[in-house]
Each structure stands twice: as structure tokens, then as C-alpha cells.
């Protein structure tokens, strides 16, 4: 396929994991809570090593070891926490009932958000194709986590599960939307520079929202085994590095 293709495919994709929180519909009681530590250690992991194996690295490849690059990675990380600050939000997986913030305010924190990342991925995919699946894979782990929360947060304050899922639908099409949008101006911008600022997105969303996840009060035996999943998924994104080098 060509770029633009593998922009619109990634930008399809990653709308319609808004749809994951279906899933929550079909699973026995309690187990949403099981699965969602895992599956932020997980996203967690592999969003640290996908901006520091994979678009760091490719951002000074094609840019080079020049301050502005960092500038870049830390617009992106600065963005992502003003988005949180005049918003009010933040990605928390926590148990429904601990969530307090309006449905509305989250579909539009959410929406941005997906903007965002729908112009950084897309700006990796023009760079490099294999570096724009890899970040694409990268931020979806992070997505489904995200849209189970999102989900039940709606439903819990009565929201009908049809609406529920749709408006969870349209907030996602954004990323499709960043997408195109970075596509479209990218014969006159240089959009190399999207990449360090996915970097600061990715490690500001790792950092921020999902590790402090992980330190609630848990047993010695959940906390090894989380800890286990973050390492894992880390070191899975550094010998993918070593495979494309």
C-alpha cells in the first residue's frame, strides 16, 4: 500500500477501537478490573519504549542531534499536559465508581486527544511506513485501556450503551481527521518534526496518566506481575529497534 492508504487504514483502525468498550457488555462481573492493571502496564511499556527506541532515534536519524529536536519532544509533552490542565482530565483506569468527571468533558478531552495523535502518527507514517505501524500498534495499546475506562465512565452516569458507544465512536474519528490533516499540508510543511512531538506525547502520557495507575495499593504478587508486563513490553520495543536497525 502506499502512505496515504496506510494513513487512512491506521486512521479507520484506530477510531473503531472506541468501539472496544463493548467488550465490557460480554465480561462477568469483575473482570474489567482484572484486566485493566494488565493491560495499562502493558500500554505503559510500550509507549516509553516506542518514544525512546523507536521515534526519538528516528526523529534525530532524519533531523539530527540538534536542540531543536528536543524542543519538538518536549512541545509534545507539554501539549498533552496542557490539554489535561484546561480540561480537567486525565486518563484514569481506575474502578467506575471512582470517576466523578462529565461525560461530555471527557468525549471532548478525548477527541483532542485523538486529533493530536491522528497528526503525530500520521507524521511518523510519512517518514518511514515501518515506523508508522510500529507507532500506530503503540498507541493503540494504550487507546483500548482508555475507551474501556471512557466507556464505563459514560455508562455509570446514564448514559443509554448505544449512545454510549457512538458518541465514544466520534471521538475517535478525530485521530482520522488529525490524520488526513497532516497528510494534506505535508507537501508544504515539513511534518519530520511530528516525530520527536509524538515522542513527548507518548512519554508524557506514560509517565502522567499511566504508571501512577500502577502504584495503587496492591499485593506483592500483582505488583511483580505488573512490573513484569511494563518490563516485558519495554524490552519488546527495544529488540524491535535492534530488528529494524
Excluded: C
Excluded at 468527571?101 to 518511514?128: E, K, M, Q, S, W
Excluded at 509524538?198 to 495499593?217: C, K, M, T, V, W
Amino acid at each position: 500500500m502506499d502512505t496515504f492508504a496506510w494513513i487512512v487504514l491506521g486512521g479507520l483502525a484506530m477510531s473503531f477501537i472506541a468501539l472496544s468498550g463493548a467488550i465490557t457488555l460480554v465480561l462477568p462481573p469483575g473482570w474489567l478490573d482484572r484486566l485493566i492493571n494488565p493491560l495499562v502496564a502493558v500500554a505503559a511499556g510500550s509507549l516509553f519504549g516506542g518514544a525512546l527506541f523507536h521515534l526519538l532515534p528516528e526523529a534525530i536519524d532524519h533531523l539530527g542531534n540538534e536542540l531543536p529536536v528536543f524542543g519538538s519532544f518536549a512541545a509534545g509533552f507539554v501539549a498533552f499536559f496542557l490539554l489535561e490542565q484546561f480540561l480537567h482530565w486525565h486518563h484514569s483506569h481506575r474502578t467506575i465508581q471512582e470517576h466523578e468527571p462529565l461525560g461530555y468533558l471527557i468525549l471532548l478531552a478525548d477527541g483532542l486527544h485523538n486529533l493530536l495523535g491522528g497528526i503525530a502518527v500520521a507524521g511518523t507514517f510519512l517518514i518511514d511506513e515501518r515506523v508508522g505501524i510500529v507507532t500506530w500498534f503503540v498507541a493503540a495499546a494504550h487507546e483500548v485501556p482508555q475507551e474501556l475506562g471512557d466507556f464505563g465512565i459514560l455508562v455509570s452516569r446514564g448514559w443509554r450503551k448505544q449512545q454510549a458507544l457512538l458518541f465514544n465512536l466520534l471521538s475517535g474519528l478525530t485521530f482520522l481527521v488529525g490524520a488526513l490533516i497532516t497528510y494534506a499540508v505535508s507537501g508544504a510543511l515539513d511534518v519530520d518534526w511530528l516525530v520527536p512531538f509524538a515522542a513527548g506525547n507518548f512519554l508524557y502520557i506514560a509517565s502522567s496518566d499511566l504508571l501512577p495507575e500502577l502504584r495503587q495499593p496492591l499485593g506483592l504478587r500483582e505488583k511483580l506481575s505488573l512490573t513484569g508486563l511494563f518490563a516485558v513490553a519495554l524490552v519488546a520495543l527495544y529488540l524491535l529497534a535492534t530488528i529494524e536497525l
